[in-house]
């Protein structure tokens, strides 16, 4: 096959996988989910079973199964339950919502009255928002069920995976080396998601002590919500800033409270997430930063904003199994920061 025909189907085989990748995205969307909850779970149990040594390891297992549920669960709920007192706070704020909209039509240059909020909610039609929003939690529910089953089978391949390596790769060294390759994605997502954690509740604890020294309401959703915003890369940061200032507005009058709010969330995101943050990742990832912000673009457009959360540890996924083989390392080097991606030592041959 000539040069020209490999090319061509390169390009025809990666067109089907992004097709693939888009219109299976609701249940591979829920798969990845899933997976990156075991990653986190895994590695978890491995650190229960080390630090408590003569710990059976089921029980490691149920410790940290539970200790990760309970806390999705109970953040999910605190966003639930923050999310009708917020809409009812804003239900309350019809006066100064009305003042701002007025303002910012005099400050664009529109002609005409300014439309109040009143009006804006009254032109919107009730049944369709209704059904949206039924959809959408019908959605939310059948999502969380199929993680949990997703999940649920991984722990169960988890367990008899290595005898099926074995049928698999009956060669010794093939076998080693998918094993190399497996452990490496394995401790890098296990890596990804400690760093991540740990830089996220950093910044979470001085935008929770900023918001509450500055008499913020509802201070503990916003820096949960921030919490989350911050494993999206890059944008995540800017996206908590944009809601925690327009929050601000609809809470304060003073607009010094206002730029106080936004100066102290944005001092820590600053601070942190450029200063600290990037070293600690890259040295675990070694993804560039302009990888990062097209694995971004690429992931959110096809699966969303679960795309925008998974974009980093899947790229590194992808990153890895391209550098284990010649005739692909040239994309995982491509991928790297340092242009040294991680090549797994093999055993030699018997």
């Known amino acids: 096959m000539d040069r020209a025909a490999k090319t061509a189907l390169w390009i025809t085989a990666l ?3 992004v097709a693939g990748l888009y219109w299976g995205r609701e249940w591979l969307t829920q798969f990845a989910v899933a997976l990156i909850l075991w990653f986190a779970i895994d590695g978890l149990r491995r650190g229960v079973a080390q630090r408590a040594k003569g710990l059976p390891d089921w029980v490691a297992l149920v410790i940290a199964i539970v200790f990760v549920l309970t806390l999705v669960a ?19 704020q019809g006066p100064r919502l009305n003042r701002f909209v ?12 300014a439309p109040t909020v009143d009006l804006m909610l009254s032109r919107a039609d009730a049944g369709a928002l209704l059904r949206a929003v039924g959809a ?25 995976f290595p005898e099926k390596l074995d049928r698999i790769f009956p060669n010794a060294e093939s076998r080693e080396e998918v094993r190399l390759i497996l452990t490496e994605i394995r401790q890098s997502m296990g890596g990804y998601l400690w760093v991540q954690t740990l830089m996220s509740l950093v910044i979470t604890a001085l935008t ?19 919490f989350f915003l911050n494993f999206i890369p890059t944008v995540g940061s800017l996206i908590a800033l944009m809601l925690a200032a327009l929050a601000a507005i609809v809470e304060f009058d003073s607009l010094a409270q206002v730029a ?4 102290g969330v944005g001092l820590w995101q600053f601070v942190v997430g450029n200063f600290v943050q990037p070293r600690l ?11 990062v912000l097209l694995a971004l ?7 969303g904003i679960v795309g925008a959360f998974l974009s980093a540890p899947l790229t590194t996924m992808i990153m890895v199994i391209c550098a284990q083989n010649q005739s692909l390392r040239w994309l995982a080097i491509m991928l790297s920061e340092d242009g040294r991606p991680k090549v797994l030592s093999r055993l030699p041959r018997s």
């Open 297 to 303: 673009a690429f992931w959110g457009s096809i699966w």
């Open 74 to 92: 109970g953040l999910g709920t605190l966003i639930a339950r923050n999310v009708g007192e917020i809409a009812g706070r804003l239900g309350e």
């Open 102 to 113: 007025a303002e910012a039509y005099a400050l664009v240059g529109l002609r005409g009255s």
């Open 260 to 263: 106080l709010v936004v100066g």
């Open 136 to 160: 959408g939690l019908q959605n939310l529910v059948g999502g969380v069920v199929f993680i949990l089953i997703y999940l649920g089978f991984l722990f169960s391949a988890a367990a008899t």
């Open 281 to 291: 990742t890259g040295d675990q990832l070694n993804l560039s930063a302009v990888v």
């Open 15 to 17: 067109g089907v996988v």
């Open 208 to 226: 929770l002590a900023t918001l509450m020294l500055l008499g913020m309401p509802n201070a503990v959703f916003w820096a949960v919500l921030i």
